[in-house]
C-alpha cells in the first residue's frame, strides 16, 4: 500500500519560513518523480514544484526564488523549504507521487501565512 504522508504546515508571520516534509512508503522511492502541489480556498489545485528520480527540479513561477524542493532517497523523503511567505501562500499543501504511471497523492497540510 502506497501512503505519502505531509508535515510540517502552520501558522507563520508573512516573510517567515517553513519546511514541509513527506514521507513515502510503500514505493520504491528513487525510481519515483516527486512534487508539492497546493489549493487555496476556492481555487483549483496548482502545482508548486517537482523533482525526478535524478534530482532535476520544476518550479511555479510564482515558487521560483523563494521555495526549494528536494528529496532524501535514503529517507524516502520529499521536501519543499519555503522561504519569504506571502499571505497569497496560505493553502494546503499536497505531496505527489509519479510512480511508473500512476499517480499517488498525501492527505495535505495547512499552511496559513498570516500576522
Known amino acids: 500500500q502506497v501512503q505519502l504522508v505531509e508535515s510540517g504546515g502552520g501558522l507563520v508571520q508573512p516573510g517567515g519560513s517553513l519546511r514541509l516534509s513527506c514521507a513515502a512508503s510503500?514505493?520504491?522511492?528513487?525510481?519515483?518523480?516527486m512534487g508539492w502541489y497546493r489549493q487555496a480556498p476556492g481555487k483549483e489545485r496548482e502545482l508548486v514544484a517537482i523533482?525526478?528520480?535524478?534530482?532535476?527540479?520544476n518550479y511555479a513561477e510564482f515558487a521560483k526564488g523563494r521555495f526549494i524542493i528536494s528529496r532524501d532517497n535514503a529517507k524516502n523523503t520529499v521536501y519543499l523549504q519555503m522561504n519569504s511567505l506571502k499571505p497569497e501562500d496560505t493553502a494546503v499543501y499536497y505531496c505527489?507521487?509519479?510512480?511508473?504511471?500512476?499517480?499517488?497523492w498525501g492527505k495535505g497540510t495547512l499552511v496559513t501565512v498570516s500576522s
Open positions: 523533482i525526478s528520480r535524478y534530482g532535476d527540479t
Open positions: 510503500g514505493i520504491t522511492f528513487s525510481d519515483a518523480m
Open positions: 505527489w507521487g509519479l510512480y511508473y504511471g500512476i499517480e499517488y
